[in-house]
């Protein structure tokens, strides 16, 4: 009998019991509270009155009339470049030792800063994580197994006295001791900077671990595990980890993977979705048979939404500082929003760049339905992320396709557009069908789209190419593994670079 295991589990039924989530409503207010009370002091907590904030009957609503809405770029301009430059008590008490690189689908590099506050934060969400297991009948004996976390690497790159890499690779580097005995690849080979030799090594240690777990980008963990397979000629990674039981993903959403996935399974899987971002530990999925994941409403983060319309956004894809701006405790289920966020790493009603839907308001759930600025919108279609993902799962299972990547880009043809879509996919395909097939289930499911196709969108270009020229594009911009993602949406002008490069393959 696996005693250490079981003795595990009921240590985590027993706090799951005695730490019930929070009321969100309540969870929130304290967070920002807590927050402003410990921010007031800093040049930001000063500038826009926190102490006064605090006096208020809502805090909140004065919160919320008294500080701006910043992106990445006006909050560094006018902030985080102090922080840069070495300067403390900014946007936060003190300074901090990180830069989280950012690690998302834009070519620009964005540097946001971790503090001490926040790795603390990012702990407790993997906590609440590991106590949420409980919900999801996993056996005794997972609870000894190690976890395989593919992230960047934790090998950090010093600049003007910080160390800078992606938060993946941070917080693998600051795991508490009492972890780092469960924790694989090892600190050693997680320190490996080249993506391919870290998968390599990997590869050639894996017979040694006992996997019960695994956590990482679909794109990059599907790669390694199909390394593994190759490398010990193997028909499924569970002729290596026949424990494993249980795949977090985090990033971007799972259901065009999974088809392909599971090609690499010899049994059934529990998939766990995080939301794991280089601002913080911002949701984790806490039940199975669902798709939400749920915000993490007591720990740092005090999250606000904003309706995704076109009144609320400006012609560059940035939320209006005259929006229409909600607490978690006023929306809606079913309903698109910009999500902002309030953390004790000093962003203040930022604006993360993603778009979420909720999905259940008892337990503040949420799922990522794409990207404020990867949204197929330029003649007027409309088109999220969610849709793409949502139709590019209904041509797999109707084509027997596994297609794991895929980019569009609306380009100009003569007067009028056309979408152009890339499909990167198990083999290479040629049909007329499956354009008319992803074309009608668009306009099925966005009547925007529809009125589009019969007005400026002049037509629909479907190419399926090798799902390698993906990741060679990847690798030579530099972008190759822990947690960087293919680009959904690209504009013309990136989209050009795209289509000359794997014209070269």
């Known amino acids: 009998m696996a005693i250490i295991g079981e003795i595990i589990k009921r240590v985590i039924n027993v706090n799951g019991i005695i730490s019930k989530d929070p009321l969100p409503k309540d969870a929130q207010r304290e967070v920002l509270i807590d927050m402003l ?18 006096t208020e009957t809502d805090p909140i609503k004065a ?42 689908t834009t070519s620009s590099s964005k540097a946001i800063p971790v503090t001490d506050d926040m790795l603390d934060a990012i702990k407790k969400a993997g906590i609440q994580q590991i106590l949420s297991l409980k919900n999801f009948g996993l056996p005794a004996d997972f609870f000894e197994k190690n976890i395989m976390m593919l992230g960047s690497s934790t090998q950090l790159k010093e600049r003007n006295g910080f160390l800078e890499g992606e938060i993946s690779g941070i917080s693998a580097s600051n795991l508490p001791l009492w972890f780092r005995k469960f924790y694989k ?20 240690a894996a017979r040694k671990w006992d996997i019960g777990s695994m956590t990482g980008i679909p794109s990059w963990s ?44 010899a049994r059934p899987m529990t998939y766990i979705d995080t939301y794991l971002a280089s601002e913080g530990y911002l949701a984790t999925q806490k039940r199975p048979d669902t798709n939400g994941m749920a915000l993490i409403v007591d720990n740092g983060i005090f999250f606000e939404f904003v309706p995704f319309v076109e009144a609320n956004m400006d012609e560059e894809g940035r939320v209006r500082q005259d929006a229409e ?21 000093g962003a203040w009603r930022y604006m993360i760049g993603d778009t979420v839907i909720l999905t259940d308001k008892e337990h503040a759930e949420i799922m990522i339905s794409g990207r404020t600025k ?19 799962e209904k041509l797999q299972e109707q084509f027997d396709l596994q297609i794991e990547e895929f980019t569009v880009a ?48 002049d037509g629909v270009e479907v ?32 989209f050009d670079k795209f289509e000359k490069y794997i014209s070269t393959l």
């Open 63 to 104: 919160f919320q009339r008294a500080v701006p809405i910043y992106d990445y770029d006006n909050i560094y301009a006018e902030w985080w470049h102090y922080l840069d430059e070495g300067h403390e008590n900014i946007t936060w008490p003190g300074g901090q030792r990180y830069f989280a690189l950012s690690s998302g």
């Open 325 to 345: 701006v909600l607490t978690l405790e006023e929306i809606d289920e079913g309903t698109e929003y910009v999500l902002l966020i309030s953390t004790v790493a």
């Open 410 to 457: 609306s380009i100009r043809r003569g007067e009028k557009h056309i979408n152009k879509w890339y499909l990167g996919a198990d083999r290479v395909y040629t049909s007329p069908q499956i354009t008319e097939f992803l074309d009608a289930k668009l306009q099925a499911n966005n009547k925007n789209y529809k009125v589009a196709r019969h007005q400026a969108l």
């Open 37 to 54: 009370k410990k921010a007031k002091y800093t040049a930001f907590g000063r500038k826009y009155n926190f102490s006064t904030i605090l």
């Open 374 to 392: 990867h949204f197929l919108n330029v003649v007027g279609e409309q088109v999220s992320v969610h849709q793409m993902n949502n139709a590019i």
């Open 222 to 265: 599907e790669l390694l595990l199909k390394e593994i397979i190759r490398y010990h000629q193997v028909d499924t990674i569970h002729d290596i980890w026949p424990n494993l039981q249980v795949y977090s993903t985090g990033g971007v959403a799972f259901g065009p993977y999974r088809k392909s996935f599971e090609k690499l399974f």
């Open 463 to 494: 190419n399926i190419i090798p799902v390698s020229y993906f990741h060679s594009w990847s690798e030579h911009y530099k972008k190759l593994g822990g947690q960087t993602k293919i680009p959904r949406v690209m504009i013309e002008e990136e």
């Open 185 to 204: 690849p090892g600190r050693k080979i997680a320190a490996t900077k080249d993506w391919d030799e870290r998968v390599r090594r990997i590869a050639k």
